[in-house]
């Protein structure tokens, strides 16, 4: 590595103080944290004197705009795993890090083309909604809910560590303390808030977040005279490995490892029910599709950041400045606050309190969205619809907010057990459940006439058992958290497995069923189609 002293003369580095070395919390940053807090806690309070009803509450009374709806739709996006994983991925891994942000816009036109428009007009407030539209409610409701939860938690995982880590670097809180605090918000918002309040939280953090991502690639390419040929000059002479930085191979080895991420990149975004479900918040097909180009839009433009962030921070964050410790050389609050150290590295005290209100916004906005999404699996698609089908709306809006609470003890308890883990690649886990069971789920009700309850159900049982075996048998759980010498499952990502294991159980179960409620949900699909292209004739796709 190249000494400091000749990375400020060659003016590669900025000669600037460490600011969380030496234990001081940094009262600038405080302030704008708890000032964003109370925002949000407004936003609750307003948003709460608006959510009156059931359909409210789940899908802002569909009053949300097209604009709007993109706007929060990238929020949801662009979450911790975004900013400061992949960020994190990039300052460790260089090059590699870079395919989780491609791979990270290009499932959007699957979402634009194949999903939006359809789901609007088949759904009410989940995409279990849809996907029971002509098959049997009750089983094809829970498995929905079951690969919905299943990716929420894991979704939470990632965004719990940001926030924990982020919390623990600005107030010096413990970890565990910190990760507390950030759980109880997250119930208090959805809990009184609703989709209402954490529509108008997204669409706030998300056009803080592009603001703040802007202002600080500019300055980091200002530093650099504008050339982004000198930030990657700066990372080689910065970074241990040097010009292998940015090489490939070094986060992804092997082909299998390098399809099964990119199967989980592009399908995953049209599986995630946090995503899905906001298409509900619009008041149509049309306002669903421009939805979905706003997002696309403001989340590309974000990932093309992320690259002037990422190898920016390998230049400017450096082993001998004050963002390491310095008895064991470690990055203060790990690799996932590269990007937070970089704020202050480029801009001081103030940067850094704003990027860190701003990246705060980010996580609680979208762990916000992502219990609401796991609150509304249990509350509507289970309990709505297969466990008391006449129950009130003032009773499943009250199951919501304890399937909230128990969330974000779930959510909390996991946060401290996956502390050290990259929260980029644990959002991946997620993408590789909504790749692997709902997605495929989705897309065959949809758009396969011979896809039967019988079918869907073997084919979602086994996709989510190999994602979720696969997950728990594999590297990341296995060995990094439970310790064992080698991992029984050989791969990080299991998407390719399990999503081969879904469409083939649906495609053999289908078209094994020859029953007579079989022959019902054949006939039924032309009636399905007719709606998922007009909104119309949801009575007649029903055959339950």
């Not at 009262?27 to 004197?49: D, H, S, Y």
């Not at 009374?61 to 979450?79: H, K, P, V």
């Not at 991946?428 to 789920?441: D, K, M, T, Y």
């Not at 990341?476 to 159980?505: D, N, Q, R």
Request: glycine share 10%.
């Amino acid at each position: 590595m190249r000494p400091r002293a000749s990375l400020l003369a060659a003016g590669l580095l900025l000669p600037t103080a460490a600011h969380a070395a030496d234990g001081a919390v940094n009262k600038l940053a405080v302030a704008m944290f708890l000032g964003f807090v109370g925002i949000t806690l407004a936003i609750t309070f307003w948003a709460a004197r608006r959510t009156r009803t059931t359909h409210d509450f789940y899908a802002a009374g569909g009053r949300i705009t097209g604009f709007q709806n993109g706007l929060a739709i990238a929020g949801d996006f662009m979450s911790a795993a975004t900013f400061l994983g992949i960020s994190a991925l990039m300052f460790e891994h260089g090059f590699d890090g870079l395919i989780y942000a491609v791979g990270g816009v290009a499932g959007w036109p699957l979402v634009l083309f194949l999903l939006a428009e359809r789901l609007k007009n088949l759904g009410k407030y989940t995409f279990a909604d849809a996907v029971s539209l002509r098959l049997q409610a009750k089983p094809i409701r829970s498995l929905a809910a079951t690969g919905s939860l299943c990716a929420v938690v894991l979704y939470l995982i990632g965004q719990m560590v940001g926030a924990g880590k982020l919390v623990e670097v600005l107030f010096h809180l413990d970890y565990d303390y910190a990760v507390c605090v950030i759980g109880g918000l997250m119930v208090f918002y959805v809990s009184f808030g609703g989709m209402i309040a954490t529509t108008w939280v997204q669409i706030i953090k998300a056009s803080l977040l592009l603001a703040g991502g802007s202002l600080l690639a500019f300055l980091v390419y200002r530093h650099f005279n504008y050339s982004f040929d000198a930030i990657l000059r700066g990372a080689v002479a910065n970074h241990p490995r040097g010009i292998e930085l940015l090489e490939p191979g070094h986060l992804v080895r092997d082909p299998v490892s390098a399809i099964s991420l990119g199967t989980t990149l592009l399908l995953g975004t049209a599986g995630l029910p946090h995503i899905l479900m906001r298409f509900f918040t619009v008041a149509d097909a049309p306002a669903a599709r421009r939805s979905v180009l706003f997002a696309t839009g403001f989340i590309g433009y974000f990932y093309l950041l992320i690259f002037v962030l990422g190898f920016g921070a390998v230049a400017l964050v450096t082993h001998d400045g004050g963002y390491f410790d310095p008895k064991t050389n470690v990055m203060i609050g790990g690799t996932n606050m590269a990007a937070i150290h970089l704020a202050h590295a480029i801009g001081g005290d103030a940067f850094l309190g704003f990027m860190s209100a701003v990246c705060f916004a980010t996580i609680l906005a979208v762990v916000s969205g992502l219990t609401l999404s796991g609150a509304s699996a249990i509350s509507h698609d289970l309990y709505a619809n297969v466990f008391n089908p006449h129950a009130t709306e003032q009773e499943v809006v009250r199951i919501s907010k304890i399937t909230a609470l128990v969330l974000g003890v779930i959510a909390v308890s996991l946060g401290l057990v996956f502390e050290h883990q990259n929260v980029a690649y644990m959002v991946q886990l997620a993408f590789a459940i909504g790749a692997s069971v709902n997605f495929p789920l989705l897309f065959l009700s949809m758009y396969w006439r011979d896809l039967t309850t019988w079918g869907a159900l073997l084919g979602g049982i086994m996709g989510l058992t190999t994602a979720v075996g696969g997950i728990i048998l594999g590297p990341t759980v296995w060995v990094e958290v439970l310790h064992h010498a080698a991992p029984i499952f050989p791969y990080k990502y299991p998407t390719l497995f399990a999503l081969a294991a879904s469409f083939s159980g649906s495609l053999v179960g289908s078209l094994l069923d020859r029953s007579p409620q079989a022959s019902a949900e054949r006939a039924a699909f032309a009636a399905q189609f007719v709606r998922s292209q007009t909104g119309l004739g949801a009575e007649a796709a029903s055959v339950h």
